[in-house]
């Protein structure tokens, strides 16, 4: 069992679901273009040295949104078995 498997179950049991690591993903991946783009800017105006700082931030964020996707495939996965409880999802 994987990193983000564990992780994938440690959060079915607290009642996340696939959604919401989306929604956490689209945010992170929206961030990263941010960070890139500040990171184009701040290297244009002061140099690529002091670019590497927004640059790490993107980096960080788009390593995140990755995991973030990774944990709700696998999430979704869960969700798709059928309950081993006995009781029916049909109501």
Same mark, same amino acid.
């Given at each position: 069992?994987? $990193?983000?498997?564990? =992780?994938? !179950?440690?959060?079915?049991e607290? +009642?996340?679901?696939?959604a #919401?690591f /989306? !929604?956490g ?8 273009? *941010? %960070? *890139? ?7 244009? *105006?002061? +140099? $690529?040295? $002091? !670019? =590497? @700082?927004? +640059?790490? @931030?993107a980096a $960080?964020?788009? %390593?995140? &949104?990755?995991?973030a *996707?990774?944990?709700a495939? /696998? @999430? ?6 059928? &309950? &081993?409880?006995?009781?029916? #999802?049909?109501?």
């Amino acid at each position: 069992m994987g $990193w983000h498997d564990t =992780l994938a !179950a440690r959060s079915a049991e607290q +009642g996340k679901t696939s959604a #919401d690591f /989306r !929604a956490g993903a689209r945010r992170k991946a929206k961030a990263t273009i *941010l %960070f *890139l783009f500040l990171a184009g800017v701040v290297s244009y *105006l002061a +140099g $690529w040295p $002091w !670019a =590497l @700082l927004p +640059g790490a @931030l993107a980096a $960080w964020s788009a %390593f995140q &949104s990755r995991s973030a *996707l990774m944990i709700a495939s /696998r @999430l979704e996965a869960m969700e798709a078995q059928p &309950s &081993s409880d006995g009781e029916s #999802d049909v109501r």
